[in-house]
């Protein structure tokens, strides 16, 4: 069974700070994704990586994919109370199951 | 283009009942895939159905269940419910394989008493 940690599990920050949340797996992935679940609501996809060492931006939002594909980073810049969600990694390994990750549930103060 | 469409919203059972979940998929999209979320476990893989065949399963007791309908419609069913199934349920469409963007329902919470 694939497993996917991410880290932290929770995390409070001040509004405008930086932040980094990780995923980790001990499995090639061949490709991940990163959702976004707000309260009430089902996950909302925010990217998909492919390549190892590939680099996304989303506006303040940044997603790197290890060059081993078995990790991947979401970095957000200047954190904005919009900002506050569950992030959750996916992982797509060799038999297509979408795996998730454990998520990190992230609060932005204001 | 309307999203994926998740009935009931809020479901409250007793343990031993069954239960019945359905799933509209987006307009097109053939794939819909079931997943459950609880606090402890996170969000994990039920099931998946293509063209009324179901791809994979995760590792769930044979009491889950799922079928999809020539329509791309998909229910999932739940017998003798247990204390521990209540969560929430999940349902993401997509156009097909390969595996691409998953879209989300908003779920069906489920409380068993």
């Known amino acids: 069974t694939q497993l996917l940690e991410q880290s932290p599990q929770f995390l409070s920050i001040q509004e405008g700070e930086n932040l980094t949340v990780y995923c980790n797996s001990s499995?090639?992935?061949?490709?991940l994704q990163w959702y976004r679940q707000e309260p009430g609501e089902g996950p909302v996809l925010l990217v998909t990586v492919v390549t190892g060492g590939e680099v996304k931006k989303l506006k303040r939002l940044t997603f790197q994919f290890g060059d081993a594909r078995k990790d991947s980073s979401l970095h957000i810049t200047a954190a904005q109370p919009g900002d506050t969600g569950l992030y959750l990694c996916?992982?797509?390994?060799?038999?297509?199951?979408?795996?998730f990750g454990t998520g990190t549930r992230l609060t932005i103060i204001p | 283009k309307a999203g994926v469409t998740q009935t009931p919203r809020y479901l409250i059972k007793t343990r031993g009942q069954q239960v019945t979940l359905s799933c509209s998929p987006i307009s097109g999209h053939r794939s819909v895939s079931w997943y459950q979320q609880t606090p402890g476990q996170g969000l994990q893989f039920l099931f998946e159905?293509?063209?009324?065949?179901?791809?994979n399963k995760g590792n769930f007791p044979g009491r889950f269940s799922g079928r999809q309908f020539s329509n791309s419609r998909s229910e999932m069913n739940v017998s003798t419910l247990e204390l521990g199934d209540s969560a929430l349920y999940l349902c993401?469409?997509?156009?097909?394989?390969?595996?691409?963007?998953?879209?989300f329902g908003p779920g069906t919470r489920l409380t068993v008493l």
């Open positions: 159905y293509f063209s009324e065949t179901q791809r």
């Open positions: 499995s090639v992935f061949s490709s």
């Open positions: 996916a992982g797509i390994f060799g038999n297509e199951k979408l795996t």
């Open positions: 993401a469409s997509s156009p097909g394989p390969p595996r691409g963007e998953q879209f």
